[in-house]
């Protein structure tokens, strides 16, 4: 169905425009909502659909001594101005919101002050929001800022919504067309739900696309909110929740401490990446350390390592592991690394973090695994604290947990948080923004290489679970709001690194949140993995800078073959370490003679992953090829293709490669490649090799601006690679 885009353009209007992008403002009567966001350079394509209702720009939400909550947003009444200015850099439009009513009738009226600035550079797309509260209070029951969201975008939708789609920041990236989005994407930031800081929106028939970006480079809590509605279109926006406003100083200022970017570009989410790439190299924490290449604190190893296998919580005493593990080390004639639950005391999901002694016959089991060249990893927990366990009694526990305050002003009894899973143990959520649980984690971790002579340590759910609104002032933080989650957690993973080092392991979490990678070797990317819809965002964003691996694996891989082979084949394309299936179901699957092609397959994605490593492990992911011809479906948990394929970039070379996982059925299709689309020098010589376990064949020499074809030919089970390098 196609939508309308045209609305009232009224002379109070206010226009932020350059030569690459149009931003109209509804006037101030309608309290300054975002009207439309036209793509100058793609044919004045517009982005938002036209309608009725007022555009919100901003909700907030404030609340006084006894709870009341009072919820207000740009169209409320207020004293409303707007300065536009403009210079050789660009031009800056700031709306002001002052002397703010708190509801619409009898309601009260203080003096607060919201500024919201949109600066526009000059020959960009992209404009940068910021936004200032300042509640000047005038007596004690004038309510406090709770939480804030803005900058609202609504309405967004192209001139025919099924081009239409929209990449969402879980896991490695989500796509959908917008109409399949039934619920609220409310991403909690730094978390698996929350993994980068942006939505791409793009319609496949203009080339043109939205963008909405937090660029936060200090892991500041938050939450990406993404809805749609058929009528109105998609709606983004970030939700905020202010530091020391409704407890502690009751500061009365709020400034968003990043820039939250919203304009057009041209091309697909692969563009949109290069936006976010770009912020990435520069600002944030976690990329200071530069590639993983040149990491000192990863050990090469662990870089050249390609599969992971679990214990899973019932593989067995550890000396039946040590016979199983040994006897996959031998069939696949490579080095392996082990990921060990239950080498403690307690229970699984009990007692944390009280793990000591290990389990009898466990450290046995260690020397005996690194012996034949398998690394052992075991398990630990980051982030819960078991009421019931012995350190929450004798350390005094409820004094380093977070807790939580009731929406209200100068709360006086705080709550405590309580999870539990399977187990059903009580679980606190510690705090790491107090000093105890960042020394006590990374103390468990020292104990474990030096003690139990591990090669690693997973401390579980860090990169997962998001962070916690902590309201007790005794921590030392900011209260409510803040970065002090991520700043903890990043404090306990780089004191584990740091024990780790001089023993050559690794520190790996749990899922893939951008904020952790300096503290870490690497990320167990489940939920990445875990949904059909995957959209490798992440990879695009930080190829070379993470290494991920593992993925679930359930019972129908195991007898139907093509689905163990896919799921292999496509973390092979995505630059994972293969693996991690549990040893109760892997050993009997790669042991069975009926299954050799299956075990010769993973055994070519090993050593294809070691002999295009310089492309799956240091380079950057990009746009895939255009295939031609019929592809085959392996439908197994999701529906994916069987010719997995991708292509990396390093430096000015690319890396291409094709897997066709089905077992028993041939493959056939034609690539169509254009060197300058990667960046490459249209004027250039270019080589393309076909590169075997054999060595290289030059194919086919060609100029960067060619477009050339590729046969690609794939038998069953079958894996291709290609480079393509500038030639003389």
Known sequence: ????????????????????????????????????IVDKSNGNYPHLIASSSPSIMWTSEWRDTEGLGYFVDNTYPSIKNHVLKSDSKGSNLTFTWSNITFGLYDAPTF????????????????????????????????????????????????????????????????????????????????SALCTYQFFSFCNEESASCLYYGAHD????????????????????????????????????????????????HSGDHYDSSNIYREFAMKSPVWTQKGPMKNRTDVPEWYKDSSLWISTGLDGGKPQELVKKFSKLREILGTPFIVHYYMWHRYPFDSNYP?????????????YALRAVGVQVVPYINGRLWDYNSPSFITDNGMQHIAKLSAPRMSPSTLQTYMENYASKQNFAVACPGSTYWPKKIS??????????????????????????????????????????????DNELLSAALAYAQPHKGIIVTEDNSENFMASLSGYLSLIAYGNCRLFPMYQSIYGGYMHTFGRWFVKDDYHHPSYFNVKMAQMFVLGSQLGWAQIKDFYPFLTNPSNSNALRFLKDLIEYKSIGGEYLKNGRLMRPLQLEGKK???????????????????????????VNADNDSSQNTMAKLLASSYGLNPANNFQLRKVTKDGSVSVKKFKGNEEISIQIDLAPRSIQFYTVSQSA
């Open 443 to 488: 103390s468990i971790v020292n104990t474990l290489f030096l003690s139990l002579k591990s090669s690693g340590v997973y401390v579980d759910q860090i990169g997962s679970s998001g962070p916690r609104s902590c309201s007790d002032p005794s921590h030392g933080h900011t209260l409510g709001g803040g970065n002090y989650f991520a700043k903890g």
């Open 354 to 366: 009280d793990y000591f002694p290990a389990r009898k016959g466990y450290l046995e089991a260690v």
């Open 1 to 36: 169905m196609e939508k309308s885009f045209d609305f009232d353009r009224k002379a109070a209007n206010i226009v932020l425009e350059n030569e690459k992008v149009s931003f109209e403002f509804g006037g101030k009567e309608s309290g300054y909502g975002i009207l439309q």
């Open 632 to 658: 085959n479906s392996i439908k197994s948990d999701c529906t994916r293709d069987s010719i997995q394929h991708a292509v990396w970039m390093t430096q000015s070379s690319l890396g291409i490669f094709f």
């Open 217 to 264: 480079g200090q892991g500041y809590m938050k939450m990406m909110v993404y809805s749609y509605a058929d009528s109105q279109g998609s709606s983004m926006h970030v939700t905020q929740t202010p530091m020391d406003t409704c407890a502690g100083k009751l500061r009365p200022d709020y400034t968003t401490p990043w820039e939250t970017l919203i304009g057009v």
């Open 111 to 190: 003096p607060t002050i919201v500024k919201l600035s949109v600066f526009l550079p000059k020959g960009s797309g992209l404009a940068r929001f910021s936004l200032e509260v300042n509640n000047k209070r005038v007596n004690d029951r004038q309510p406090c800022l709770w939480s804030i969201k803005a900058p609202q975008l609504n309405f967004v939708g192209g001139k025919k919504p099924e081009s239409d789609s929209v990449v969402l920041p879980k896991g490695f990236g989500i796509k959908y067309n917008p109409s399949e989005v039934t619920a609220e994407f409310d991403g909690v930031y730094p």
